[in-house]
């Protein structure tokens, strides 16, 4: 059975860095892509930043610079790190991904982690 287990979040001053990790398993195949969301409280759940099976990736407009999205295929870990995080980043971050043969579209997302806070204090 498909698992995503998010952790690496905590609270950090406006500059500051962190990386969040994404275990995965349980999956029999490659999914097309997997994902880093984050959700504020009040606000829409926003696509943070994507990496595709081919190897490209796509980042977020709003974070685009400061965070990167990579993978460990030896660990089974997905990463995202943060550079100059700003109170605006504060927010719970959940990795996804589609199941076998889906789409990338938030919509699409199957499975989830349970979540990690990111706190940003200014």
């Known amino acids: 059975q498909e698992q995503l287990v998010e952790s690496g979040g905590g609270s950090v001053q406006t500059g500051g860095s962190l990386r969040l990790s994404c275990a995965v398993s349980?999956?029999?195949?490659?999914?097309?892509?997997m994902a880093w969301f984050r959700q504020a409280p009040g606000k829409e759940r926003e696509r943070v930043a994507t990496?595709?099976?081919?190897?490209?990736?796509f980042v977020a407009p709003s974070v685009s610079g400061r965070f990167t999205i990579s993978k460990d295929p030896d660990k089974n870990t997905l990463y995202l790190s943060m550079y100059n995080l700003k109170p605006e980043d504060t927010a719970t971050y959940y990795c996804?991904?589609?199941?076998?043969?889906?789409?990338?579209?938030?919509?699409?997302?199957?499975?989830w982690g349970q979540g990690t806070q990111v706190t940003v204090s200014s």
């Open positions: 349980g999956y029999t195949y490659i999914p097309y892509c």
């Open positions: 996804a991904t589609p199941t076998y043969g889906g789409r990338c579209g938030a919509d699409d997302m199957k499975y």
């Open positions: 990496l595709y099976t081919r190897g490209d990736t």
